[in-house]
């Protein structure tokens, strides 16, 4: 058996039954010993009320771990985390007090966690989604992505990397000047 965390009924099925299924096609073994696998071995992945629940199945009443896996996420689909979807990517937005270097590295993440979202959808949402508020070099990077529209993630990230190495030079000849 793949070593997976056994299932209490407090996160996401959909998640439990993809590391579930991918442990156990991981092993080498052909399609019909997976799917028997998969019915037989379901159980052992179950703990608490998950493990009630399955206990409580009639004798016979699943014909496929496909079946199983529906049946099992219906009766858990409280746990199941909302979906996310690519528009969720407009609401990441900098605070007031995030540095622009946390913002970058924050929306990258976040957008990581998102499904497929249009590199023009990344670039356009992060610079409407900059903090007017925020540090100096922030309101350039908006000013550079607003004069010369950025379409791709890459265009402005390598804005950022290069405003950021402006403001670092500044910082430097600043202290090079007081000494």
Same mark, same amino acid.
């Given at each position: 058996m793949p070593d997976i965390l056994k299932y209490a009924g407090t996160t996401d099925p959909r998640d439990?039954?993809? $590391?579930?299924?991918?442990?156990?096609? =991981?092993?080498?073994?052909t399609k019909q010993t997976?799917?028997?696998?998969?019915?037989?071995?379901?159980?052992?992945?179950?703990?608490? =009320?998950?493990?009630?629940w399955y206990s409580l199945l009639p004798e016979n009443s699943i014909d496929s771990f496909a079946e199983l896996a529906?049946?099992?996420?219906?009766?858990?689909? =409280? $746990?199941?985390k909302v979906e996310k979807r690519m528009e969720d990517i407009l609401k990441i937005r900098q605070g007031d007090t995030e540095l622009l270097k946390e913002f970058v590295d924050r929306f990258q993440h976040e957008r990581m966690m998102l499904?497929?979202? #249009?590199? @023009? *959808? $990344? $670039?356009?949402?992060?610079? +409407? @989604? #900059?903090? %007017?508020? +925020?540090? %100096? =070099?922030?309101? !350039?990077?908006?000013? +550079?992505?607003?004069?010369?529209?950025?379409?791709? *993630? &890459?265009?402005?990230? @390598?804005?950022y990397i290069t &405003?950021? !190495?402006i403001e670092e030079d500044t910082i430097i000849q600043s202290r090079n000047m007081k000494e």
């Open positions: 439990h039954v993809t $590391a579930f299924t991918t442990g156990v096609k =991981g092993n080498d073994l997976i799917e028997s696998v998969l019915v037989k071995r379901c159980g052992e992945t179950r703990t608490k =009320g998950a493990l009630t529906d049946s099992f996420i219906k009766a858990h689909s =409280g $746990a199941q499904p497929r979202v #249009l590199d @023009n *959808w $990344a $670039a356009m949402a992060f610079a +409407s @989604n #900059l903090n %007017k508020k +925020s540090s %100096k =070099g922030t309101r !350039r990077l908006k000013e +550079s992505l607003r004069e010369f529209l950025a379409t791709t *993630w &890459n265009d402005v990230y @390598n804005r &405003n950021l !190495r």
